[in-house]
């Protein structure tokens, strides 16, 4: 395993862990998933330059649409929930209420 992969790898897998083990706050966890979709971009767009093909160059630019979408509807749910519950700890939230 090359440097840059380790690199790559393990910024995914930290957002991973702190996805896993740090769920006390929505804000938390949005962060970590946005930054195991950046690891994701650095890693496709290096994979689409190493490979110098015209096909696959669109892949990372596709990758960034859906993270800033899933971004803004991250935040759009975090200020949803935050003006409804009066905070944004995961405890509050129950997904059985209407």
């Known amino acids: 395993m090359t440097p840059v992969h380790f ?26 998933l946005e930054g195991m979709m950046l690891s994701l971009f650095v890693a496709l767009s290096l994979w689409a330059l190493q490979l110098s093909s015209i096909s696959f160059s669109a ?8 993270s800033a979408c899933e971004a803004s509807a991250g935040l759009a749910l975090l200020v949803a929930t935050a003006r409804t519950h009066g905070s944004d700890r995961m405890q509050s939230l129950n997904l059985l209420q209407c």
Not at 7 to 16: C, D, E, N, Q
Not at 59 to 66: D, G, K, Y
């Open 59 to 66: 892949s990372p630019l596709l990758l960034l649409a859906f």
């Open 7 to 32: 690199t790559f790898s393990s910024a995914f897998m930290l957002g991973l862990t702190g996805l896993t083990f740090h769920r006390t706050h929505l804000l938390s966890a949005l962060l970590c």
